[in-house]
């Protein structure tokens, strides 16, 4: 499995930014789709889970504010991020999980909420 992560950036406090994450080979075995954040000291942490038949999960922090949805067709997950806070400020990491328990994951799209 191979993803392309994009649609990060620079963005101000209380806006808005849709991350993008095409997959693209063996995706039948996919279980789960997701997105990860690390920001500069800190360990990687899950934001957003997508199962396959649809469920969502989401870290406490971001709940209410951010959505995880997947086309199916495009074979891309996105991850739409709306009142965005300085803490919001990391490295976003797409990642898919297989029927066997690997990991993928994506180069990275760097997100920056100015205050």
């Known amino acids: 499995v191979q993803l392309q992560a994009s649609g990060g950036g620079l963005v101000q406090a209380g806006g808005s930014r849709r991350l993008s994450c095409a997959a693209s080979g063996n995706i039948a075995s996919t279980v789960a789709m997701g997105w990860y954040r690390q920001a500069p000291g800190n360990q990687r942490e899950l934001v957003a889970r997508?199962?396959?038949?649809?469920?969502?999960s989401y870290a406490d922090s971001v709940k209410g504010r951010f959505t995880i949805s997947r086309d199916n067709a495009k074979n891309t997950v996105y991850l739409q991020m709306n009142v965005l806070k300085p803490e919001d400020t990391a490295v976003y990491y797409c990642?898919?999980?297989?029927?066997?328990?690997?990991?993928?994951w994506g180069q990275g799209t760097e997100v920056t909420v100015s205050s």
């Open positions: 990642n898919v999980v297989d029927y066997y328990t690997n990991n993928y």
């Open positions: 997508l199962t396959r038949s649809g469920t969502p």
